[in-house]
């Protein structure tokens, strides 16, 4: 059963900042890995999809990194912004199974 | 054009009394996902349906819970009996294709509060 881990929990940067989220999974037979973005009573906004056969996706600000062989995938988001606060989910496809198996989230406070 | 969309987006309901819940899918997406999303926790899968096949429903957390799905359009969730534990944010996603290795677009959720 594939689990996915994110660390830290909650992490706290200055504006300007570059920082790096975490995530893990431990079934690496994955068909993608999707980054989210969450705002506090809202839905989910995906921001980066890496197919497995992908090592990064970049967009903006973002890039987000995939190592299937260890289980990892960081967001990278550079120039932190505080309208980047918000929670970061990450998700792991497995292969054969369509669902999303999710971490509980990084939640992001970006201070002017 | 129009993403995902629930309705209502917020559902307060007694203990005991049943509630529906409703996604609309992007047109044309013929994968339909349910999540749940209680405080404090991660998403849940809860079932997903592809076209005409047989859904899955592995996700169900209880006998309580049903889903419909007619064709490659709306969907409704629907929870008997409510218990507390039932509250949280219940999510819905559809994708282009099903198989699991296609982006996930996902609605607003909709807010569920069992008092």
């Known amino acids: 059963k594939q689990e996915v881990t994110q660390i830290p929990a909650a992490l706290s940067v200055p504006e300007g900042e570059n920082l790096v989220l975490n995530c893990s999974f431990t079934?690496?037979?994955?068909?993608?890995l999707q980054w989210f973005r969450q705002d506090p009573g809202k839905g989910l906004t995906s921001l980066l999809l890496i197919q497995s056969s992908q090592r990064e996706q970049t967009s903006g600000r973002l890039n987000a990194s995939l190592d299937k062989s260890s289980g990892r995938s960081t967001l990278y988001i550079a120039a932190s912004q505080p309208g980047d606060s918000a929670t970061y989910l990450c998700?792991?496809?497995?292969?054969?199974?369509?669902?999303?198996?999710f971490g509980k989230g990084t939640k992001l406070s970006v201070i002017p | 054009g129009a993403g995902v969309s629930q309705s209502p987006s917020n559902k307060v309901t007694e203990k005991g009394k049943d509630v529906e819940l409703r996604c609309d899918p992007i047109?044309?997406?013929?994968?339909l996902y349910w999540y749940r999303q209680r405080l404090g926790q991660g998403l849940e899968f809860l079932i997903y349906?592809?076209?005409?096949?047989?859904?899955?429903k592995s996700g169900l957390p209880s006998d309580r819970f049903s889903a419909e799905r007619t064709g490659e359009s709306v969907s409704t969730l629907t929870i008997q009996r409510t218990q507390q534990e039932d509250s949280a944010v219940y999510l819905c996603?559809?994708?282009?294709?099903?198989?699991?290795?296609?982006?996930?677009?996902f609605g607003p959720g909709t807010r569920l509060t069992v008092t």
């Open positions: 047109s044309g997406h013929t994968a």
């Open positions: 349906f592809q076209g005409n096949s047989a859904p899955d």
């Open positions: 996603a559809s994708t282009r294709q099903g198989g699991g290795q296609y982006e996930q677009y």
């Open positions: 998700a792991a496809s497995g292969a054969g199974s369509y669902q999303l198996t």
């Open positions: 079934d690496s037979a994955i068909y993608n």
